[in-house]
């Protein structure tokens, strides 16, 4: 009887999988040129990236990475001017923003251009490239953020500047980044009286990045804030 109900099952089953692809065909068949024509579109435009990608896309980007090559050697040397303007000959990170902007290496202009104005006391442009800067580099990505905090404290703007901090800290949650910018972000509460929240960021120093080089010295400002904030 058993078996019966099994070989009964099993013969519903099949008629149910042979009436589905019966009426999958028969929908292919009554939409045969819609779907040939979606078909063939997607190829010619996945055909199309490929062929960008390949013979526009990478020469550019090459060409952005040679050109930015002088610049960033202007940067590791402090020559901000010369990095972001160029030296008469090669080109400075402005100009390869502007050509570029496409490339990976147009994105990573913003950021050098971002850091230069930093450096030259130009905060709001800092702040408008270090914006326009996209990266999930475990490093690089938490420095820019927490540059634009740095220009934004600059411009007296305390409440950006501990928004950008607190971004920048949990970015990348490791023991040198994180740290740095929770620091910044307590001075920043500190400077606003606000010692509770202060020592929340201390704490989580303390305890969540004890081999960090912050955590040395880190008692001496819990035990602050903690008289501070009685």
Request: charged fraction near 25%.
């Amino acid at each position: 009887m058993a078996k019966n109900k099994q070989d009964s099952t099993k013969h519903t089953a099949t008629e149910n999988v042979g009436e589905a692809l019966t009426k999958f065909e028969q929908f292919f068949e009554d939409n045969k040129k819609p779907i040939s024509i979606v078909m063939i579109s997607i190829a010619v435009i996945v055909g199309a990236y490929f062929l960008a990608k390949k013979y526009y896309i990478e020469p550019i980007e090459k060409e952005a990475q040679e050109q930015m090559f002088v610049a960033e050697q202007y940067f590791e040397k402090d020559s901000f001017n010369l990095a972001l303007n160029g030296d008469g000959n090669n080109w400075g990170f402005l100009r390869i923003i502007d050509e570029y902007s496409i490339s990976k290496s147009g994105n990573l202009a913003h950021y050098y251009a971002g850091i230069c104005y930093l450096h030259l006391g130009n905060y709001q442009e800092a702040i408008d490239h270090l914006k326009k800067f996209h990266s999930n580099d475990y490093f690089v990505g938490p420095i820019a953020l927490g540059a634009t905090g740095d220009a934004y404290i600059e411009l007296g703007n305390k409440e950006k500047a501990l928004k950008y901090y607190l971004k920048a800290a949990k970015k990348s949650n490791n023991d040198f980044t994180t740290p740095i910018y929770l620091m910044k972000a307590a001075g920043v509460c500190e400077s606003i009286n606000d010692f509770k929240t202060a020592l929340k960021y201390y704490n989580i120093i303390k305890k969540e990045h004890p081999r960090s080089s912050e955590a040395r010295m880190i008692d001496k400002y819990i035990m602050r804030a903690e008289a501070m904030s009685k």
